[in-house]
C-alpha cells in the first residue's frame, strides 16, 4: 500500500517554530517530486514549497521564503518542513504530497497525498 503518512503540526505561538514530517511507506521517494500545500479555514488549497526529485530545485510560495525550509532524507525515506518565524497567517491544514509524472510546483492532480496536520499559530 503506497502512502504518505505524516506527523508534526499543533499550537505555537507567534515568532516559533514547527517541524512537519511526511514518511512515505510502499515507494521511494528518491524517483518523486515532493510538495507542500496547505488549506486555510474557508480558503483554496495552496502551494507552499516544493523539491523535484534530484533535490537541485525547491520552490517557495513568496509569502513563507526566508522562514521555511523544505527537505528530504532519502534514508529515512521522509520529507520536512521547517517552519520558523510562524505568523498567525500561517494557520492552516498542511498537507504533503508526492508525484513522479509531474513537476513542481504540483497541485491538486498529484497522486499521493498525506493525510494533513493542522498547524494553529496564535498567542
Known amino acids: 500500500q503506497l502512502q504518505l503518512v505524516q506527523s508534526g503540526g499543533g499550537l505555537v505561538q507567534p515568532g516559533g517554530s514547527l517541524r512537519l514530517s511526511c514518511a512515505a511507506s510502499g515507494f521511494t521517494l528518491d524517483y518523486y517530486n515532493v510538495a507542500w500545500f496547505r488549506q486555510a479555514p474557508g480558503k483554496g488549497r495552496e502551494g507552499v514549497s516544493c523539491m523535484s526529485s534530484s533535490g537541485g530545485d525547491t520552490n517557495y510560495a513568496d509569502s513563507v521564503k526566508g522562514r521555511f525550509t523544505m527537505s528530504r532524507d532519502n534514508a529515512e525515506n521522509t520529507v520536512y518542513l521547517q517552519m520558523n518565524s510562524l505568523k498567525p497567517e500561517d494557520t492552516a491544514v498542511y498537507y504533503c504530497?508526492?508525484?513522479?509524472?509531474?513537476?513542481?510546483?504540483?497541485?491538486?492532480?498529484?497522486?499521493?497525498w498525506g493525510q494533513g496536520a493542522r498547524v494553529t499559530v496564535s498567542s
Open positions: 504530497a508526492a508525484d513522479r509524472g509531474s513537476s513542481c510546483p504540483g497541485g491538486p492532480w498529484w497522486v499521493h
